[in-house]
């Protein structure tokens, strides 16, 4: 499995930003999800998804982060609203398949205030 991430950049605070995470080398729906890491901090849970779309977020983002799959089940976008100067951090997607996992290569967010 494969992982591709897009999206991170530079945005004043209170605005938004859309994560793509692509998973790749497998036709199972995956178990996937966003985790986050600030410097000096541990990766903590952003939003996850499983196979069946139960959803789970984290205490800080929940009602302003959205996480969904795209048409393409594999595909998994996270919209991030009302963003803060304490959501500056490299995201990471991360994919489980049979109980193994898989990282993508982090993309930076990074919240101006």
């Known amino acids: 499995v494969q992982l591709q991430a897009s999206g991170g950049g530079l945005v004043q605070a209170g605005g938004s930003l859309t994560l793509s995470c692509t998973a790749s080398g497998t036709v199972i729906v995956l178990n996937m999800g966003w985790y986050r890491q600030a410097p000096g901090d541990g990766r903590e849970l952003v939003a996850e998804?499983?196979?069946?779309?139960?959803?789970n977020y984290g205490r800080t983002v929940e009602g302003r982060f959205t996480i969904s799959r795209g048409r393409e089940r594999n595909v998994v976008n996270l919209q991030m609203n009302n963003l803060k100067p304490a959501d500056t951090a490299q995201y990471y997607c991360k994919a489980v398949r049979f109980g193994k996992t898989y990282w993508g290569e982090g993309t930076l967010v990074t919240v101006s205030s």
């Open positions: 998804i499983d196979s069946g779309d139960v959803i």
